[in-house]
C-alpha cells in the first residue's frame, strides 16, 4: 500500500529528536515524545480521533474542538508587534508554526503597482530577504495559479492536482463518513495546502514556502496573529479561524514532507521533472494522505495528462524559459 512506502520514508529520514535551536522564531519540527491535546479523549469516538499529522477542518464542528487538538499562545514583543505560536503533536511528531507581524503579499502588490517611492522602501526595510528573492517568489507564484496566457487554456496549479487526488479517492465508504469531508473545505482544501507547501519546499527551500504562508494569512487575516476575533468569525466554520489555524498546521506538514521527498529524489533547482518524477512524486503525497486519514487511492501515472502537463510547466519555470517580469501578487 502506498501509506507504507511513505512510512519508511519518514522512518528514514526522522529518526532522531531534532528541534530547531532557532527559539527566536518557535518553529520547529521534531519526532520525539510530545503530548497531543487529544491524547485525554480515549473513547476514540470524536471525528478526528482517527486522523494523525494533517488535519482536516471538515472534521471540527467549532474553533473550540480544534482548540482541544492543537495549541495557541498569543504574545507580544511591543506595540504594534504581536505573534501567535500554533503547535501540533500527533504520533510522537511535532510541528510548530510562528506568524508574527510582518510584511503580507498587500504590501508587494501595493509596492509593484499602486504605491510610491515610500510604499518601496518601506518593503525593502520590513523584509530585505524577500525583496533579494523576488524571482523565486514569482516562480512560486507562477506555479501557485493558473497562467494560461504562457502556458495555454486549463493550465494546470498546484489547486488541480489536490483536487485530482480527492478525485482519485478509492475508498469513498472510509473517506467520506463525514458528509462536510466531500466539500472544498474537505480533502481539497487540506491537500492543496500539503501539496503546495511541499513542492516549494522541494522546489526551492523551507525558508519560502514559509514565508509564501505567512505573507498570505497576514493579508487576509491579520486578526490570526493577536487572538481577536468577533463572534461571527469563530463561527464561520469556512473561512474563520478553525479554517485557517488548521491551513497553518498543514503548511507545517506539508514543508516536513517536501524537505523527506526532496531529500529521497534528489530534487534541486536543476531538475528535470519528467512525466514519471512527478508521478512518483504525487503518489508520495498520496502516500502520505492514505496514511493520514486512513484511506485508499488510485495512482497518478506518467501518462496522465495533468502529470504530463505539469511537469512541462515545471520545467518551463525552474528552468526560466518565462518572463518573470509579470510578478504575481494578488
Not at 45 to 73: C, H, M, Q, W
Not at 79 to 86: D, I, K, Q
Amino acid at each position: 500500500m502506498y501509506w507504507l512506502r511513505l512510512l519508511a520514508l519518514f522512518s528514514v529520514g526522522l529518526i532522531s529528536c531534532h528541534p530547531s535551536a532557532d527559539h527566536t522564531k518557535m518553529k520547529h519540527f521534531a519526532e520525539c515524545p510530545c503530548t497531543s491535546l487529544a491524547s485525554g479523549d480515549s473513547s476514540g469516538t470524536a471525528p478526528y480521533a482517527n486522523v494523525r499529522g494533517a488535519l482536516l477542518a471538515s472534521r471540527f464542528a467549532s474553533f473550540e474542538a480544534l482548540k482541544s487538538v492543537i495549541g495557541i499562545e498569543y504574545d507580544s514583543s511591543g506595540p504594534g508587534h504581536y505573534r501567535v505560536r500554533v503547535r501540533h503533536c500527533s504520533h510522537d511528531r511535532e510541528v510548530v508554526s510562528v506568524l508574527e507581524t510582518g510584511v503580507s503579499q498587500g504590501d508587494f502588490a501595493k509596492a509593484r503597482y499602486s504605491g510610491g517611492l515610500g510604499d518601496r522602501l518601506a518593503l525593502l526595510y520590513g523584509s530585505p530577504e524577500a525583496v533579494r528573492n523576488r524571482k523565486d517568489l514569482e516562480k512560486a507564484y507562477t506555479l501557485l495559479r493558473w497562467r494560461s496566457e504562457w502556458f495555454g487554456e486549463g493550465d494546470i496549479a498546484f489547486f488541480d492536482l489536490a483536487k485530482t487526488s480527492a478525485q482519485n479517492i478509492s475508498t469513498p465508504g472510509l473517506a467520506y463518513k463525514n458528509a462536510r469531508d466531500s466539500t472544498e473545505k474537505g480533502y481539497i482544501n487540506s491537500f492543496n495546502h500539503i501539496t503546495a507547501q511541499a513542492f516549494i519546499t522541494s522546489c526551492f527551500s523551507e525558508e519560502l514556502a514559509d514565508f509564501i504562508a505567512d505573507s498570505h494569512e497576514r493579508y487576509r487575516h491579520p486578526e490570526l496573529i493577536t487572538g481577536v476575533f468577533t463572534a461571527e468569525q469563530i463561527a464561520n466554520l469556512d473561512e474563520g479561524p478553525l479554517d485557517n489555524y488548521v491551513d497553518i498546521i498543514n503548511n507545517e506538514w506539508g514543508q516536513e514532507l517536501g524537505k523527506n521527498l526532496r531529500d529521497k529524489y534528489g530534487i534541486d533547482r536543476a531538475t528535470r521533472w519528467t512525466p514519471e518524477l512527478l508521478a512518483n512524486y504525487l503518489n508520495d503525497l498520496q502516500a502520505y494522505f492514505s496514511w493520514a486519514f486512513q484511506i485508499g487511492f488510485k495512482p497518478f501515472r506518467p501518462d496522465d495528462e495533468i502529470v504530463r502537463r505539469f511537469s512541462n510547466k515545471l520545467n518551463a519555470v525552474m528552468q526560466e524559459r518565462l518572463d518573470f517580469d509579470k510578478t504575481i501578487t494578488e
